[in-house]
């Protein structure tokens, strides 16, 4: 698949050099919002499976309770991280299974493409795993001639497309059947079996030309790429939630199985499982119950793969732990529901957030991940309109409107990030001078009554020559709205005028 487009104004982060420019989220939000198909695409897909998701939802008298729970299980995880991690270690190992620490993304791609060269093949198949297209594997893997080929419905529909995904839990929300049936019937033949002919777009058809595309590579595979969903400590069990099987088929069929997982997903306790799997199928899939959870404990002789392998990876995590505010994005499991009641997701799409976390989770989670250095870094903590609609939907409770005015503070003050233990000023992002002036020479005449009334008179007096908007440049703000109208007096001087004495 191909990396998003780059802004060549954008200036990629100078904390990172690795991270990509991609255009600030305000240009590209507004080239997406004049594409009528996509909005029509994602408004259908997110209200149908928003109004799913609470009808689901209102059926368990105790969901706030296993929220609380689902908050605090994560919240006492990431303050031991460093002993669950240890434990998780020690039980894969015990269990058969290596595991490999991986602490950016060049190390993880580095692992998995040295692991998959050793066993001589030139293929994988993949069980959808953001953590895997967080850190551009498939890319790293094809750079050293190996084909990674994506199992998942909508991941195949994605990497078929040419496209990027936009949506956590259904990457393909922005395309419609007629585009998958277009899709497919033009691309399957380049990466096995075509599709059949004729084939239309009923869902029970394009269902069926990916089952007959895909079942030849799972026969065929002998390494598999997955993630997890979970990870538990206590007995090195890996789990993955999936709906169509094909997680299932990876999982079991091949001889290798290499699982690309983030730090944060570790849970003490198989017993904490019982939370997550009431509240993630519910949260994100509308399901009572998820319809193929797979769990699996290092190897064993004559029942699945032969060989396993865990990286466990960093990549910006253990910063984003480190900063008090922040770290609760890393207690998200991934269900999107936020993503499916924000209004500026519904407007914008994925693509406009730049990073394979789109929406509300996505505006906090990258800028902690990557930094708030570069053009999109910076203006992610801006996308959105803090209406609060994201932390009623988050089964861990997530208070993401919370993170998201901590990082515009951590943006408008020049914000730090830490790469590799050295700490680098970013500079504040453009604007935020003028608006800091701004702020400065509010204070000075708020300070002085005299110097504010007198003011006051002289704007009432003006009122005729009001602007539609305020004067200079880089205004975003201003761009959409307009300066209200200015009253015939001062309220002080109405207050003195009716009722006789000082305001």
């Given at each position: 698949?191909?990396a998003?487009?780059?802004d060549?104004?954008?200036s ?23 594409d009528?198909v ?8 997110t209200h ?22 689902g ?7 990431l303050r031991?991280?460093?002993r ?11 269990a058969?299974?290596t595991?490999?620490?991986a ?9 998995v ?10 293929e ?17 893997l ?7 080929y ?5 991941e195949l ?24 049936r277009?899709?497919f ?7 096995g ?10 869902p029970?058809?394009l ?8 079942r ?8 598999a ?5 979970f ?8 789990v ?27 849970v003490?306790?198989f ?5 997550f799997?009431?509240?993630l199928?519910?949260?994100?899939t ?9 769990m699996?404990?290092g190897?064993?002789?004559g ?6 392998h ?6 910006g995590?253990?910063?984003?732990l ?6 609760q994005?890393?207690r998200c ?6 993503l499916?009641?924000?209004?500026v997701y519904?407007?914008?799409g994925?693509h ?16 902690q ?14 996308a ?30 020049g914000g ?6 050295v700490r680098?000023?970013i500079?504040p ?7 800091r002036?701004a702020?400065r020479?509010?204070?000075?005449l708020l ?17 005729r ?7 200079g440049?880089g205004?975003?703000?201003?761009d ?10 001062p309220?002080r ?11």
């Amino acid at each position: 698949m191909p990396a998003f487009p780059a802004d060549p104004a954008a200036s990629a982060d100078p904390a990172d050099p690795a991270v990509p420019a991609f255009p600030a989220f305000p240009a590209a939000a507004r080239e997406a919002v004049q594409d009528r198909v996509l909005r029509a695409n994602l408004r259908h897909a997110t209200h149908t499976i928003r109004d799913k998701r609470a009808r689901a939802v209102a059926e368990l008298a105790d969901w706030d309770r296993l929220r609380t729970a689902g908050k605090a299980v994560k919240d006492h995880t990431l303050r031991h991280l460093d002993r669950h991690l240890t434990q998780l270690e020690e039980a894969v190992t015990a269990a058969g299974g290596t595991v490999h620490w991986a602490a950016d993304a060049a190390e993880a791609n580095r692992i998995v493409t040295d692991l998959v060269l050793a066993t001589g093949e030139r293929e994988v198949v993949k069980v959808k795993s953001m953590a895997t297209q967080e850190i551009g594997l498939n890319e790293a893997l094809e750079a050293a001639g190996i084909a990674a080929y994506e199992t998942d419905l909508a991941e195949l529909i994605v990497q078929l497309g040419h496209d990027r995904p936009s949506h956590i839990l259904v990457p393909a929300i922005h395309r419609n059947r007629g585009e998958i049936r277009d899709i497919f019937a033009e691309e399957m033949a380049g990466w096995g079996r075509p599709a059949p002919e004729g084939l239309g777009e009923e869902p029970h058809e394009l269902a069926e030309a990916a089952r007959l595309h895909l079942r030849e590579k799972f026969l065929r595979a002998k390494v598999a790429v997955s993630g997890a969903n979970f990870m538990v400590a206590e007995t090195g069990t890996m789990v993955v939630f999936e709906s169509e099987g094909n997680g299932r088929m990876c999982l079991t069929l091949p001889e290798t199985l290499i699982s690309v997982v983030g730090i944060e997903k570790v849970v003490p306790t198989f017993r904490d499982l019982e939370i997550f799997l009431q509240t993630l199928p519910r949260s994100s899939t509308a399901e009572r119950m998820n319809p193929y959870t797979t769990m699996w404990t290092g190897t064993t002789h004559g029942d699945g793969p032969s060989a396993f392998h865990l990286v466990l990876l960093d990549n910006g995590r253990t910063d984003t732990l480190a900063d008090e505010v922040g770290r609760q994005a890393l207690r998200c499991i991934r269900c999107s529901a936020c993503l499916n009641v924000c209004p500026v997701y519904e407007r914008a799409g994925g693509h406009a957030y730049g990073s394979v976390y789109p929406g509300p989770i996505g505006a906090i989670l990258s800028p902690q991940l990557r930094g708030t250095g570069s053009a999109i870094g910076a203006s992610l903590p801006y996308a959105s309109t803090l209406c609060g609609a994201c932390y009623e939907v988050c089964p861990v409770a997530i208070d993401i409107p919370e993170v998201l005015l901590h990082l515009r503070e951590r943006v408008a003050q020049g914000g730090r990030v830490t790469r590799e233990g050295v700490r680098v000023r970013i500079r504040p992002a453009r604007g935020h001078t003028a608006e800091r002036a701004a702020m400065r020479a509010a204070r000075l005449l708020l300070d002085r009554p005299g110097a504010l009334r007198a003011g006051e008179r002289l704007l009432a007096r003006a009122r005729r020559l009001r602007p539609g908007r305020l004067p200079g440049p880089g205004q975003a703000w201003t761009d959409s709205r307009e300066l209200p109208e200015l009253p015939q007096e001062p309220f002080r001087d109405w207050w003195a005028r009716e009722r006789g004495g000082r305001a």
